[in-house]
């Protein structure tokens, strides 16, 4: 490994700890209030945490934005976090319609997945035709990466970003899906799954396979 290289994994498992911790003490602050913890808000943090991160790393032209992508006449579905470049067709304080030639890149920000996220609920017999490892592979990130990749140039990749994955499935499994539901992907943290925590002697890994790493150098390449 290179000498750079070597910086880029210790800081994308510097950065993943970090992550980690602002996320779960913010969801563990707010779940102190006497309403509990809200879907809706949970997901806000999320993603302000992952947009804070992205424009940390990402070169002073480009703006970072939840909102949608315009194409020929059509809105895409919401998008978390859409990197952008030029002058939006409508933008506000933390929204922006973004025209498809501006766009660089779209985030897909969640606080957990699992197994029934990555791989799909336990198909039926008459899904079995379709189903991967016995089961029904059109999950919502499935689904909605396809949805939003019609509104993207070849170019522009779809991120998944993810504070937590927990899947009892082999890394290489997990990994090969998480290659069909997205083009780019920054794990935070895996859950090591039970039957592995003897061998491993730890119940987390940061940084899963490099991918917070790689998205620190594809973001401070972009052009």
């Not at 969640?110 to 996220?117: F, H, L, Q, R, S």
């Amino acid at each position: 490994m290179s000498k750079l290289n070597e910086f880029f994994s210790n800081l994308g498992a510097a950065k993943s700890r970090e992550l980690y911790e602002k996320y779960y003490t913010l969801l563990d602050f707010y779940g102190i209030s006497e309403e509990g913890r809200s879907k809706l808000v949970s997901g806000r943090i999320g993603e302000a945490i992952a947009k804070d991160f992205v424009k940390e790393f990402l070169p002073a032209k480009f703006k970072v934005k939840s909102g949608l992508i315009y194409d020929k006449g059509k809105l895409s579905p919401q998008i978390d976090a859409i990197i952008f470049q030029n002058i939006p067709l409508l933008e506000y304080t933390d929204i922006a319609i973004v025209e498809t030639k501006d766009a660089k890149g779209v985030f897909e920000v969640k606080g957990w997945i699992a197994e029934n996220d990555i791989f799909g609920r336990i198909a039926t017999s008459k899904e079995t035709a379709i189903a991967i490892k016995g089961r029904n592979p059109q999950t919502g990130l499935f689904e909605h990466y396809n949805k939003v990749k019609k509104f993207l140039s070849h170019e522009i990749p779809y991120v998944l970003f993810t504070f937590s994955l927990s899947s009892a499935s082999s890394d290489n499994e997990v990994i090969n899906r998480l290659k069909q539901i997205s083009d780019m992907y920054a794990i935070i943290s895996r859950v090591v799954p039970r039957h592995q925590r003897k061998i491993m002697q730890k119940d987390t890994i940061y940084n899963f396979n490099e991918s917070l790493s790689e998205l620190i150098k594809w973001l401070r390449n972009l052009q």
